[in-house]
């Protein structure tokens, strides 16, 4: 059974460049699904709207960090649920918005069904 699931997952590394023309695979979705929130992940819901400018809080906060992943349509506590997302519609805008706020690059990349 092939489930569709629309979330958004940004990535914040400054020496990342190549990940921008990589897929989110189902296992690596998996294994962010066991993991636990801390200074490198953030998991938001986010149905329906999220605000830009958390998210670039968010995004400055990782960055900080030297990196990590924010992930939109995902419960925050566990066990999580994937619960999809319609907060930002093109993902490219988003990420071109993000750079010109930033002068940063975030990676915003949809995932592959999960099977």
Do not use: C
Not at 43 to 67: C, D, H, I
Not at 91 to 98: D, F, I, S, Y
Request: a neutral charge; hydrophobic letters at 40%.
């Amino acid at each position: 059974m092939d489930a569709l699931i629309p979330i958004e997952s940004m990535d914040v590394e400054p020496t990342d460049v190549e990940s921008a023309a990589q897929s989110t695979s189902s296992s690596e979705i998996r294994s962010w699904l066991r993991a636990a929130e801390g200074a490198r992940l953030e998991f938001k819901e986010a149905k329906q709207s999220f605000s830009f400018e958390k998210l670039v809080q968010y995004v400055v906060a990782l960055a900080n960090e030297r990196g990590g992943k924010v992930i939109l349509g995902v419960t925050d506590r566990r066990p999580r649920k994937i619960v999809g997302t319609q907060a930002f519609a093109e993902p490219g805008r988003l990420e071109a918005g993000l750079f010109e706020r930033l002068q940063h690059q975030a990676h915003v990349r949809r995932p592959h069904p999960i099977r």
